[in-house]
């Protein structure tokens, strides 16, 4: 009772959308009010679906619905106080007159729900998509989702939710991209590390990467660029990928199906899809240093992945001759006139010849080296029509608006975008000096691996028995993606880093960290030093001119006479603090004379 009172007195904020007010700012005299002629029915919250009032239905009302998009998917509370049990009965959507074409339905909805409303309340969910009837129609389409709910008693409450939904015919396929958002996972309930390391006060990867939550900002910037962007939350195999220009992977930490592998290669190989991977860093050693004891478990927790599952997304990558790296790189970039860091990020670690590869000067956190790094490349599988296009870039922070420190990097973003969508090469990011003549393999570092000790299985989607592809009919006709993948002679690996004014970066080819080097000489030092000490008895203060001076005992400062008895021996005489003389003999006994400071 008071939670409908207090929501449907609110009064909504002009400038924010649903997802950061709810219902809006708290009316207590308007809730007063409502609570005098309260009566007992149950509601939904939001008590209409207005998918054309911007901003308060952000994101759902930036972009249309249109034919063979991914369905449009909406969650409703429902509350029911009639009873602390009751149940959902006979969800449908009436359309208005708007809503048809010639007798045909412009716009279908698919509703699931909770099997009992416990205590109090539950959910229903609408996936909504345009029919083939609305596929050239552009307009507003209006209508009402209807359901009862039934209490424990048998008292039945009629809820009713207005519905307007703006419609358009489907855009070009250069403009389309699809997010995918299958492959994301996140705490809870497994224990998925931040990806900015920097961070130290949020060790969690709880925004779940997703378009509308951490990455909003991209969203918003890929919308004013005029693309049309998707969620897809299944697998691969669902997928009809000739209707998208692009599919975005941004941060990934779930495994891959091989089903789905063969898929994707066979997509850009042969279908014309494009992909853009945005990756995040995977080193073991670093993610046994995030172990940490939880007080509510009382348990050790340890990182199921790093801050991106390398291991997995190098296996999407194979067929295409690419891999990232086990390095940790923080840098500074400036692309297109676009100043960012680099924070955490990976390296790209093999790229096939005829790829263009974008270095820059970053440090390696892991072993504390700065050398030039490859971080972003781009690769184009041919010339015909169905040929698709690879680019890869190493860190996502400058994307996600919850970590991010600086400037995000929507100027490297166009540039992979153009690329992808249009086969447009950026000159001033890419110039034709970048470009591999042959395939590229790093000689610093290595691939990374995953953590032994970790439970993956339990918090993934498709590792574990008993998990396959949801469509795995539909792959019969799907060539493996070995037999796609074209020969690569290993022999032709050069782990030299073109430069854009040409030739080569010098330090692309060294291998041994000089911080290492620099141990072994200065160990080397250190007992070329202890040597010395052991065969010349001088002080060592003596040795840098800082020993204490001896002392005349006639009262005059400056050198003091040697007593004549050790005149004409080979022993060495020894000066120390104190104003001790010291003899050592041949045999190797010592003997000493105080010489007193009388000055």
């Known amino acids: 009772m008071m939670k409908q009172i207090l929501v449907y007195s609110a009064s909504p904020i002009s400038t924010s959308h649903i997802f950061e007010q709810g219902m809006g700012k708290v009316d207590l005299l308007k809730a007063a009010e409502m609570a005098k002629n309260y009566i007992p029915r149950a509601s939904a919250i939001p008590s209409q679906l207005d998918l054309t009032k911007c901003p308060y239905m952000w994101p759902y009302c930036t972009q249309p619905v249109y034919y063979s998009g991914q369905p449009l998917k909406i969650n409703i509370t429902v509350l029911n106080p009639l009873s602390v049990s009751g149940t959902i009965k006979d969800p449908s959507l009436v359309l208005n007159t708007d809503g048809f074409?010639?007798?045909?339905?412009?716009?279908?909805?698919?509703?699931?729900?909770?099997?009992?409303?416990?205590?109090?309340?539950?959910?229903?969910?609408?996936?909504?998509?345009?029919?083939?009837?609305?596929?050239?129609?552009?307009?507003?389409?209006?209508?009402?989702?209807?359901?009862?709910?039934?209490?424990?008693?048998?008292?039945?409450?009629?809820?009713?939710?207005?519905?307007?939904?703006e419609l358009a015919p489907p855009p070009p396929r250069e403009k389309r991209l699809l997010w995918d958002q299958f492959h994301s996972l996140r705490y809870p309930s497994g224990y998925f590390p931040r990806d900015n390391l920097a961070i130290k006060s949020d060790i969690l990867d709880w925004n779940g990467d997703h378009i509308h939550t951490n990455f909003n900002g991209m969203y918003n910037y890929l919308r004013e660029k005029g693309y049309f962007v998707e969620t897809v939350g299944t697998d691969w195999t669902c997928v009809d990928s000739t209707l998208y220009g692009a599919l975005i992977l941004v941060d990934p930490e779930e495994a891959y199906f091989d089903e789905e592998i063969s898929k994707l290669a066979n997509d850009v190989y042969n279908r014309g899809l494009s992909i853009i991977v945005v990756s995040e860093w995977h080193n073991v050693p670093t993610m046994k240093k995030l172990k940490f004891l939880d007080q509510n478990t009382q348990s050790w927790w340890l990182p199921q992945t790093g801050g991106s599952n390398l291991p997995q997304l190098n296996r999407l990558?194979?067929?295409?001759?690419?891999?990232?790296?086990?390095?940790?790189?923080?840098?500074?970039?400036?692309?297109?006139?676009?100043?960012?860091?680099?924070e955490s990020g990976s390296s790209i670690y093999q790229f096939p010849r005829g790829g263009r590869l974008y270095s820059v000067l970053a440090k390696d956190t892991v072993s504390g080296y700065r050398r030039y790094f490859p971080v972003m490349g781009i690769y184009s599988t041919g010339s015909q029509p169905g040929n698709g296009r690879v680019a890869l870039f190493g860190d996502s922070n400058c994307l996600d608006g919850n970590h991010r420190r600086g400037s995000p990097c929507h100027g490297m973003l166009d540039a992979l975008l153009e690329f992808a969508c249009e086969n447009k090469t950026d000159q001033t990011v890419f110039p034709s000096s970048l470009k591999l003549k042959a395939a590229f393999q790093s000689d610093f570092g290595g691939l990374p691996v995953p953590m032994d000790g970790v439970h993956f299985a339990r918090y993934s989607n498709v590792m574990g028995e008993g998990k396959q592809p949801e469509c795995l009919s539909r792959m019969s006709s799907i060539p493996n993606a070995t037999d796609?993948?074209?020969?690569?002679?290993?022999?032709?690996?050069?782990?030299?880093?073109?430069?854009?004014?040409?030739?080569?970066?010098?330090?692309?080819?060294?291998?041994?960290?000089?911080?290492?080097?620099?141990?072994?000489?200065?160990?080397?030092?250190?007992?070329?030093?202890v040597r010395y000490c052991r065969a010349f008895p001088s002080s060592p203060r003596e040795l840098?001119?800082?020993?204490?001076?001896?002392?005349?005992?006639?009262?005059?400062?400056?050198?003091?006479?040697?007593?004549?008895?050790?005149?004409?021996?080979?022993?060495?005489?020894?000066?120390?603090?104190?104003?001790?003389?010291?003899?050592?003999?041949?045999?190797?006994?010592?003997?000493?004379?105080?010489?007193h400071d009388t000055a």
């Open 317 to 342: 990558l194979k067929p295409f001759h690419m891999a990232f790296s086990d390095r940790i790189l923080d840098a500074d970039l400036s692309i297109r006139g676009q100043s960012f860091k680099y």
């Open 484 to 529: 796609i993948t074209p020969p690569l002679n290993h022999s032709d690996f050069q782990p030299h880093l073109p430069s854009p004014e040409g030739g080569f970066y010098s330090n692309a080819n060294e291998g041994l960290p000089y911080f290492a080097l620099g141990l072994f000489v200065g160990a080397c030092a250190l007992g070329a030093y």
């Open 101 to 165: 074409a010639e007798d045909k339905p412009l716009i279908a909805v698919e509703f699931s729900y909770s099997d009992v409303l416990w205590p109090w309340s539950g959910y229903l969910a609408i996936a909504l998509r345009a029919t083939k009837a609305g596929r050239s129609m552009s307009g507003v389409v209006s209508g009402r989702i209807n359901f009862d709910v039934i209490s424990d008693h048998g008292e039945r409450s009629t809820v009713s939710i207005p519905l307007r939904v």
């Open 544 to 595: 840098f001119g800082l020993a204490t001076r001896p002392v005349d005992t006639s009262g005059r400062t400056g050198i003091s006479e040697v007593p004549s008895k050790f005149h004409g021996h080979s022993d060495h005489v020894k000066w120390v603090r104190g104003g001790k003389l010291h003899k050592r003999t041949n045999g190797g006994s010592a003997s000493s004379q105080v010489v």
